[in-house]
């Protein structure tokens, strides 16, 4: 038996020794380009199923307590067109990075914003899904025979000081019920004139795929947005992105049918 | 570090150790690119200890897991294996005789389970401890032994069986 493990050890190093030769010093660009994609595939499924877990704990808790309250936005120009009071967490989480938000100089997201009433936030959440919704890059486009609903959650991030661009987590999804179908959700930049009932979206961009993630994450946002979008700060505005998309689902098909939504996240 | 920093940091130990588990360069350049990106991904907003060290236990489990169907698809063709020369002078002759005994010897190692094929890379290629390879592969030290004996024996036995069959001692 010795011999045999002595000839497997110098099988191996053989083999071994005889892909050294063509293996380049470094790793081929392609490969990492790659790398890249494959990530950020990776990393989009997860977010999806992310996304759908959240969306069926949602329901859970709210079929339990939640309470849909209207009220003034807590987070700013884009912000949802009511406080979201399902869970103290993400009541907390969007209190904490409007307070993070505000502080930041460069971008407003001051108390005048406060001002804003609900119904203005809920025209302007109800513009931009529009305006999302003829992008195929959008789940809307992926499927446009579905009978499922294109819900749309933003959490607003912060805007420039003249509130022309906008830069907002959003999670648009085709919600089945409250199952989530397909969906995305991502960092998004918003070009707009108005606001209100008279908000006109200029343009909007999110960041590609792959490599082009990072470069365009820091071309289109802040300096001291580019870590919350590319770190771990994420999870709870997509979280609660993912609860607000629901509810705007839930509100659409009540709407539709003439009825209240049910207890929403 | 950067993406291109972590992929040139792994990438040609990944490579070697790949492609002696699933015997094709092909098939070891996906491997070593779907361990990379699920290392990557998971390291992306939250803490992995030690990237480098969870880059290998990935590729390894995800050889022992998925690779081996794709192996037995798609194999590297294996060079004909060169005769003794008759005759000829003893050094020579053993020198291609060794050589033949490695092809072959790879041949039979590319036919081994996954997990034995796993084992003994890690044992003795990679000279890792029964403990380093059970820790890497996520099973107990138990297993790597049993494994190693397993993969062996399948070994002692094919080499044998070829042996006699060829006709050559």
């Keep these: 038996m010795a011999d045999l493990e002595a000839q497997v050890r110098a099988t191996l190093a053989d083999r071994a020794g005889r892909l050294e030769g063509p293996l380049p010093y470094a790793a081929p660009p392609a490969l990492v380009d790659a790398v890249a994609t494959r990530a950020a595939q990776l990393h989009r499924r997860r977010t999806l199923v992310r996304v759908g877990g959240a969306a069926a704990a949602v329901a859970v808790i709210g079929l339990a307590a939640a309470t849909l309250v209207r009220g003034p936005s807590v987070a700013g120009p884009l912000g949802p067109a009511g406080s979201v009071t399902a869970t103290a967490t993400a009541t ?92 995305m959700s991502v960092p998004l930049w918003l070009h707009v004139r108005g606001s209100g009932e008279s908000l006109e979206v200029l343009g909007h961009e999110i960041p590609g795929d792959g490599t082009a993630y990072t470069a365009d994450v820091r071309r289109l946002f802040p300096a001291d947005l580019v870590d919350t979008f590319l770190g771990a700060p994420t999870t709870e505005i997509v979280r609660v992105a993912g609860a607000l998309a629901l509810r705007d689902a839930r509100e659409q098909r009540a709407s539709a049918a003439g009825t209240t939504p049910t207890a929403a996240p | 570090m950067d993406l291109e920093g972590f992929v040139n940091a792994h990438y040609a130990q990944l490579l070697r150790r790949a492609y002696l588990l699933t015997g094709s360069r092909a098939d070891a350049e996906d491997l070593v690119q779907e361990a990379l990106a699920r290392t990557w991904e998971a390291a992306r907003g939250r803490a992995v200890e030690s990237p480098g060290a969870y880059v290998h236990r990935t590729m390894v489990n995800l050889y022992v897991s998925r690779w081996r169907r794709r192996r037995l698809r798609r194999e590297d063709p294996v060079a004909e294996i060169p005769e003794p020369v008759a005759g000829g002078a003893r050094h020579t002759a053993d020198a291609v005789g060794e050589v033949a005994e490695r092809d072959r010897l790879w041949r039979v190692l590319g036919s081994l389970p996954a997990k034995q094929r796993a084992v003994l890379v ?48």
């Design chain 2, 122 to 169: 890690l044992r003795y290629y990679e000279d890792l401890s029964e403990g380093a390879a059970a820790d890497l592969l996520g099973v107990t030290v138990g297993t790597v032994r049993s494994q190693t004996w397993k993969g062996l024996r399948r070994l002692e036995a094919a080499l044998g069986s070829r042996v006699e069959g060829d006709g050559r001692g």
């Design chain 1, 92 to 183: 907390r989480t969007v209190d904490s990075a409007t307070a993070t938000a505000t502080a930041t100089a460069t971008r407003t997201v001051d108390s005048g914003t406060s001002g804003d009433t609900s119904a203005q936030a809920a025209a302007e959440d109800r513009i931009i899904r529009a305006a999302l919704a003829a992008d195929p890059a959008f789940p809307a486009g992926w499927d446009p025979q579905s009978q499922a609903v294109f819900g749309c959650g933003f959490y607003r991030v912060g805007a420039s000081a003249d509130l022309t661009y906008r830069y907002v987590w959003a999670n648009c999804s085709m919600f089945q019920g409250d199952t989530v179908v397909s969906g």
